[in-house]
């Protein structure tokens, strides 16, 4: 099987492969750098191609290796720590820096037979929702290499969608999971805060949940098998599931009560109205399999929010730059960093930790709010993005007006960053297809802990309306 088809297959399918001797370890690593090779040039989704090392783990792995995902090729996005990597963050001010450990969600993919092959790209510390980095440069959307896959986990989404590998690391602070999927046809799962740990780099996190980019909801599932749990020294984590969440997405959900909504809870965002006949398609679906879906008002609209989420969001990044400044033993000045980094890290420094703690405070009562008002229904179904994906060069984070381009993206991507403010998990879907064959993806929010539900309630959907087999034109 050519290498351009292997790795659009199911990475649990691969693994029985290698496992039944009919494909190693070895061929199977190689079709992915061979991928790698003859598409990232276009793309740009990787910092790190781990060639040799790569090789020498897939000649490791034998037939017969029963760990679940022997010998299949993984990638990891550039702000976890794998030994021996460089770690940039997207950004010019870490240097060379390399890392001599694992991050805790790289130890248990390993641990599991993964084979990490690389590094994908982001924009700088993570900031934004498209991947085109002052360092990096444009990573590019494989159905339309004039657009964003989105981001920060833009590397990752483009990386799988365009075949590369046949799914990915990738972390979502703000929506940075989803908002790739939604742009690069894919699966992304934000998990309840605290389900992955993020040890031992950082301790708990209020905004930020790991997670992977998938082409198949079963694969999201036990992915989340695969990295959920606490590690040693964590302060707080996820109550634990009552059975694995593999098991939990394969049963079929039952009659939910699911609230529709396009409204955007950020002041002067507009919503393309083929994003919300989206979500009037998948309420048809819905109903069709028998679910009860109701149009809703929530209660999420505030003018201040994007000042408030920026207030929490920023000292997250902040914390980033004041660690490296302690690894360079120096500070930073503003031609180390992006302008609108810049911005955001001199906006931090100048906030008072009582300013910071108020702002966080008034976001977890706007959280309580909006679980509460979600607690009427078993789920919310919203746009995944308020726009196609973007062309690239559209925001900008090294314009003369970078905040103004940070509130652009958030009217690019409103409708995400709400689930990290209340913790509770959210999926993006690749239902649906633009005119000219852009995916556009829809979003449902669940319960709090509720991961399971909302799994089965999306591979029903995956059922009904089938998108795996979709191929990028690249």
Same mark, same amino acid.
């Not at 679940?68 to 976890?80: Q, S």
């Not at 450990?101 to 599991?112: E, F, I, P, S």
């Not at 605290?194 to 950082?202: C, E, K, N, V």
């Given at each position: ?38 598409? =990232? ?60 450990? =694992? ?106 949940? =790991? ?264």
């Amino acid at each position: 099987m050519a290498a351009t088809d292997l790795l659009f297959r199911p990475a649990h399918e691969l693994a029985g492969l290698v496992r039944d001797g009919e494909l190693s370890a070895r061929e199977l690593v190689d079709a992915s750098l061979e991928r790698i090779g003859a598409v =990232d040039e276009q793309v740009n989704a990787f910092v790190h191609v781990d060639d040799r090392g790569a090789r020498a783990a897939a000649d490791a792995i034998g037939p017969g290796d029963e760990r679940p995902y022997a010998g299949v090729p993984v990638a990891v996005k550039n702000n976890r720590a794998v030994a021996g990597f460089p770690l940039t963050l997207g950004a010019e001010f870490t240097g060379d820096l390399t890392v001599a450990h =694992d991050h805790n969600v790289t130890r248990r993919l390993r641990r599991a037979g993964f084979v990490i092959v690389g590094a994908t790209t982001l924009p700088e510390w993570g900031i934004l929702p498209v991947s085109e980095s002052r360092r990096l440069g444009p990573t590019r959307n494989p159905w339309d290499l004039t657009r964003t896959p989105g981001g920060s986990s833009g590397g990752s989404g483009a990386a799988v969608a365009a075949g590369m590998v046949p799914l990915a690391h990738g972390n979502d602070g703000g929506g940075s999971i989803r908002i790739p999927a939604a742009c690069c046809g894919l699966v992304g799962l934000k998990p309840q805060r605290g389900r992955i740990s993020p040890a031992p780099d950082a301790g708990e996190q209020f905004l930020v949940a =790991d997670g992977v980019l998938t082409r198949t909801v079963a694969e999201t599932a036990a992915l989340l098998d695969l990295l959920a749990g606490p590690e040693t020294g964590d302060t707080s984590w996820a109550p634990p599931p009552g059975e694995p969440f593999a098991v939990q997405a394969a049963r079929e959900p039952g009659r939910l009560r699911i609230a529709m909504t396009w409204a955007t809870p950020l002041e002067g965002a507009e919503v393309d109205p083929v994003c919300v006949q989206a979500v009037r398609d998948a309420a048809a679906l819905l109903e069709s399999l028998g679910h009860e879906v109701v149009e809703a008002d929530p209660p999420w609209t505030d003018p201040g929010l994007l000042h408030l989420f920026t207030a929490a969001f920023g000292p997250a990044v902040a914390i980033q730059i004041g660690v490296l400044e302690a690894v360079n033993g120096r500070a930073a000045t503003a031609q180390d960093m992006e302008p609108l980094s810049w911005a955001i890290w001199q906006g931090a420094k100048g906030t008072d930790c009582i300013t910071q703690q108020l702002a966080v405070l008034r976001l977890q009562r706007y959280a309580r709010k909006i679980v509460a008002w979600c607690a009427d229904h078993d789920a919310v179904l919203t746009p995944a993005l308020a726009e196609a994906p973007v062309p690239i060069g559209t925001i900008d984070a090294c314009s003369q007006e970078p905040m103004r381009d940070f509130a652009r993206s958030g009217r690019f991507t409103p409708y995400t960053a709400i689930s990290n403010i209340t913790g509770s998990p959210a999926i993006s879907l690749p239902l649906y297809q633009r005119d000219g064959g852009l995916p556009l993806g829809v979003q449902l929010i669940g319960q709090p802990a509720g991961e399971g539900a909302l799994l089965a309630l999306a591979a029903q959907l995956e059922a009904a309306h089938p998108w795996a087999d979709r191929r990028p034109p690249l």
